[in-house]
């Protein structure tokens, strides 16, 4: 028998491992990344002639229970039609029995990578907030995300904004409904740095919005952590959302939006109760060329007695 | 709150202590009632006429060039009325207009589309 | 599915655990377990070898009777019966066990006899002290040399099943595009291979995704071979396949 080269062997592998599109109407271009069990590539779509994102199911044995999961979940993101959760096209299965749905292909950076570029405290505040509404909806229709974190957010080359990896999303109230990962009770899913008190003690029976709320607090406090000058408003609207007592966050992903947008138009927040001389110095910075003018008027009046006295 | 309504407030007030001024100048203080009530009736025509006008025409640059245009010949009116003190009356009165220019151009409801 | 570029049919499911080796070897029916233990052996025989020669510093004579007695004695003494999956994979139980069988040969210093049973396997020793020889690795510890090489020995043994299938189903010419694009050092096209073979473009992309969907489901047939669980099937194949690394 033929020796194998250690590049043969790796070059056997990638054939062996990479995904098989031979019967479908797509053409594989690149791998993506990996995770878990999944893999996404990069694909093209020969009958729309565009590029598509393929997650595959990428595990050596097909289980009925894993192929369900895998479906379960392309149609867990694909009943999310918001502009805010990457769309799914497609769902399907590969001539070597592997699992795939596709979906849209993002061009852009990453949450993590577009902070890294040096985005204005407002900008990032801006897409936190599409963000917030991406996950509202979500919320509304009974998923909850539970891997909210700024690698699974992707801001197109537009400046949408898309929330990414619903790979462990649950339907509420739904316990056949996890898109993937076990959930069983004192299974810990999710990202260690933004994950809720109650997912890192495996409470899996325990989450819901406010899980996905407290990964937000998470992902803001991350976009306020570099600049240079955070507001206290700002950093109380982080804090709360990531209170560790699930009670004392906010109710609603919308909740948290709102207070974002009041943030951003120099209104006082929910989250941090001003005193009077902060209220002032808000309003007078809201108003900045307002006060200017009044106090212009002001001295041109004052300059005008005092000239008419003389 | 709607922007005619903000500039007859704006225009009152600024209107009211505009006339109250006139208590530095004792050639007048005497009229100071008068003086008071006629600049804030001035105030409050300015405004209404540059509050509707932002209500029609939404750009900040011609609604404060408008409102310095309509606060310059009130004020002009009112010296010519009163035979005297033009730049006393005219430049407060100018800078009038600006201000609520400004401000009915920046804040207040707009009118809503039918 | 095409039944033309679909070799293996249309089963996507992989051998129950019932055709685990490593299950069988605890069978009460004697000849089940002497077909358990050839596959173990032909599966692990090459990096135990290389194994021994490079970690136990032994020549090649005695890395060759050290081979053939450590085996000899795994089947006698049934040492895979009390392998337990759940502790650890059988690729690291199998080099725990051939350690501390080397360590006692060392400490007897009796002289090694190669065991009776092992006479009539035809493990090719020359071509494994070859390989050692013009591929030796000095990078690697010994764990992951002994990994490596059985993720080489285990592709070579699917290429030659793979082959003799694809003979035996009538499908050569499968293999032979596959061998000529895939195992080649050649670089050749689509284009070169529809020309040297009377084929057109889209029959040679056909025949050849057909041939390598058939080769992973070889590969990961002689993987569930030599695994005695789902759990443990899975994280070898993901080590195997290169979707993790080990």
Known sequence: ?310 | MSKPLIGVILGAVLGAIDGLTAWFTPAVRDQLFGIVFGSTIKGIIAGVAIGFFARKFHSLPIGILFGVIVGAILAWLVAFLQGGYYFQIILPGTLVGLIVGFATQKYGTPATAN | MDPDTDIGGPAHRFPATNHSAIINARSDDSRVRRRAFDTILASYWKPTYKYIRLKWHADNEDAKDLTQSFFASAFEKNYFATYDARKASFQTFLRTCLDGFVANERKAGSRLKRGGDMDHYQLDFAAAEHELAAHASSTLSHEDYFHREWVRWMFTLAVDAFRQRCEESGRAVHFQLFERYDLSDDEVSYASLAADFGLDTATVNNYLAAARRDFRRTVLEKLREITATDEEFRTEARSLLGIEAK
């Open chain 1, 1 to 310: 028998m033929k020796w194998l080269s250690d590049d043969k062997l790796n070059h056997l592998r990638t054939v062996v491992s990479e995904p098989d599109f031979s019967a479908t109407k797509y053409t594989f271009v690149k791998e993506l990344g990996r995770g878990g069990m999944g893999i996404v590539c990069l694909a093209e779509d020969r009958e729309l002639d565009r590029l598509v994102a393929i997650k595959i199911l990428n595990t050596p044995d097909i289980t009925e229970d894993l192929r369900n999961r895998m479906i379960r979940e392309a149609q867990i993101i694909a009943r999310l039609e918001h502009p805010g959760i990457v769309p799914v096209h497609d769902v399907g299965t590969l001539p070597d029995g592997r699992i795939y749905y596709a979906m849209k292909f993002v061009r852009g950076n990453r949450l993590d990578e577009y902070a890294a570029q040096g985005a204005s405290l407002r900008d990032r505040l801006r897409k936190f907030q599409s963000v917030c509404d991406a996950v509202a909806f979500a919320h509304a229709h009974g998923v909850i995300h539970r891997d909210l974190k700024p690698q699974n957010i992707m801001i197109g080359s537009f400046g949408e904004v898309l929330v990414l990896d619903w790979g462990v999303a649950k339907i509420r109230d739904d316990p056949r409904s996890s898109a993937f990962h076990e959930t069983m009770e004192g299974t810990v899913i999710g990202t260690r740095r933004y994950m809720s008190p109650e997912q890192e003690r495996g409470e899996i029976d325990q989450l819901d919005e406010r899980s996905d709320i407290y990964a937000l607090g998470a992902v803001l406090s991350f976009l306020l952590n570099d600049q240079p000058k955070v507001s206290k408003a700002a950093a109380a609207i982080s804090s709360k959302a990531m209170s560790s007592e699930k009670a004392n966050r906010y109710a609603t992903a919308s909740d948290l939006s709102a207070d974002i947008g009041r943030l951003l138009d120099d209104e006082p927040v929910s989250a941090y109760r001003e005193n009077a001389f902060e209220r002032t110095s808000r309003w007078v910075g809201k108003n900045r060329f307002l006060v200017l003018l009044v106090l212009a008027y002001l001295l041109m009046r004052i300059f005008l007695i005092f000239t008419s006295r003389r």
